[in-house]
């Protein structure tokens, strides 16, 4: 029998060579054996995550050295985080187009909880991992997908306007100059133009409610020549299909262009449910997509063109069908 080996196998090689690839995206060379140190302490068993908790993990002999080494990386470090993602992107997105070709976009946003207020971004708002409102970061993603695996190409840290507007605690936390505030569409739609100028393959967008009750979010979606299937909420109103509001009136002589269109006792929008209502049942389809572990996923599908209702929507040119 032949002798055991005793190096590095061969997923082992994988993830050294991985975790090489980010560690140049890092920059400087200080910060690479600090990176490959913190990833590894990410994956590695254990409920904190902290550089603490981790360096204890990693370094048992040396604690504390483990850990001055971890927190100028975390802290202080200024590398780039676009950087690094993208080189994740590099040498994973051709991996995963191998068994399928890229399908989706997927927008979401994900909560952190937090305790305290000095964390970068910190504060009582909608935590996706709790349910409910609670002190947390909140951080703006965009992935692809295929229709067997998925893959986060963009991830921003969303910035509270109380933060933004807090010149002392921006100082403290270091944020940078440039960085104000921005809605959570607002991040989403530059990270999808960011993907569209990098040339990543195309995908149909997906977002819930949050972001596709935005106008402007989805408008900005089109106008990047990207098809999209997003959440609206249910009061949403639409005008019927085959409706939209009259014209404006025509110029007048002495005055100005009407900036408004008229109202019509005749043509008024509807809310997304009382649309569902008037359709009834029979209108829906049932899709299966993929089964669960309760069984299939599905659910009924009713598709028709319709005109979106804004506060906006009173101007002089009407938004598009959707």
């Known amino acids: 029998m032949p002798p055991r080996s005793s190096g590095p196998g061969p997923q082992q090689e994988r993830l050294a060579a991985y975790l090489d690839g980010l560690a140049r995206a890092a920059g400087h060379a200080d910060r690479h054996e600090p990176l490959k140190d913190y990833c590894k302490g990410l994956l590695l068993p254990g409920e ?17 050295a483990a850990r001055q080494s971890l927190h100028p990386l975390v802290a202080k470090a200024p ?3 676009e950087a690094v993602v993208a080189e994740v992107r590099r040498r994973v997105l051709s991996v995963i187009e191998q068994r399928g070709a890229i399908v989706a976009w ?19 708002q909608s935590c996706g991992q709790l349910g409910k409102q609670d002190n947390c970061q909140v951080a703006v993603s965009l992935s692809v997908a295929t229709r067997k695996a998925s893959l986060p190409i963009g991830w921003r840290l969303y910035l509270p306007e ?14 940078p100059e440039e960085i104000g505030f ?19 393959p195309a ?14 979010f989805r408008e900005g979606v089109a106008g990047l020549g990207l098809a999209d299937v997003v959440g609206v909420p249910a009061s949403l109103s639409v005008w019927r299909p085959g409706e ?8 007048q002589a002495a005055g100005r262009p009407p900036k408004l269109l008229p109202r019509s006792a005749e043509r008024k929008p509807v809310p997304v449910r009382e ?17 669960g572990g309760r069984g299939w996923l599905q659910s009924g599908f009713w598709a028709v063109p319709v005109r979106p209702v804004h506060r906006d929507s009173w101007r002089s040119e009407p938004h598009a069908d959707h």
């Open 48 to 64: 904190r995550m902290s550089i603490k908790a981790m360096a204890a993990r990693l370094h048992p002999g040396r604690v504390q």
């Open 79 to 81: 590398w780039s985080n």
């Open 106 to 124: 997927i927008v979401d946003d994900t909560g952190i909880p937090k305790k305290g207020r000095h964390s970068v971004g910190v504060a009582r």
């Open 162 to 175: 109380e933060w933004a507007r807090d010149d002392v605690r921006r100082c403290q936390a270091g944020v």
């Open 182 to 200: 921005e809605t959570r569409p607002e991040i989403a739609l530059g990270l999808i133009r960011r993907a569209v100028e990098e040339d990543v």
């Open 203 to 216: 995908g149909v967008v997906l977002a819930d409610a949050a972001y596709g009750s935005d106008t402007k």
């Open 244 to 251: 939209a509001p009259l014209p404006p009136r025509p110029r």
């Open 275 to 291: 649309l569902v209502r008037e359709a009834g049942e029979k209108a829906f389809r049932t899709v299966r997509w993929r089964e």
